[in-house]
């Protein structure tokens, strides 16, 4: 369901008109649908890049996933969705989320340690300079399903490739995302963290 005006409490945060990333990722999940903006729509929607990996699937990557899954929500409204799967497997969900919520500390601390190793790691084979962490792990509600390491850097640095490599090293299993400070490509969401939540390491 999508409608052609945008409310005035959720306009446009940038000067380009609507397109991926444009505006602040602040979905409204309500029992009942709700209605997507049309620029709601052209800023959350990804690529349509479907891809199968470790036995999920994924659409235009991570973000792209969850801001389907949030769209699709809105449309249908939680009423309906609960009707989707068993009680016993969201009560399983709930348990799992509350397991993590009681442990969040303790992950957190763990993933600001791998923060930490990953910043050592990437200035001792790159001469990467400045580097700050966004995303969940500088939020002070918990990590959940699609929370990762985000780490920002300013200056372009050679073979920034070869980093990726680099960092899996740290942790096989942990998600570090690396992202520089470019305006042309950073999203609404992206400049919001790096102007008032960014924690340097």
Known sequence: MVEQQIQ??????????????SLL???DVQLEAVPIAFEEYMSW?????????????????????????AMLLMTFGLEST????????WLQGLRQQLDHN???????SEWWTTAQQAAASLRQNFSVGKLG????????HPLNYWSDITLVYWEKFEDSWRAYDVLREIDPDMRVDLLRVDEHWLTADQRWQIEHCLVEV
């Open 133 to 140: 962490v966004i995303g969940d792990l500088v939020m002070p």
């Open 45 to 69: 929607c990804p690529e349509a890049k479907f891809e199968f990996i470790q036995g999920k699937p994924l659409i235009g990557s991570t973000p792209g996933t969850r801001n389907v899954l």
């Open 8 to 21: 005035a409490d959720r306009q446009l945060q940038t000067d380009t008109g609507a397109c991926w990333g």
């Open 102 to 108: 009681h442990q969040d500390a303790k992950r957190k």
């Open 25 to 27: 990722f602040t979905p």
């Open 82 to 89: 609960i009707k989707l799967l068993p009680p016993l497997a």
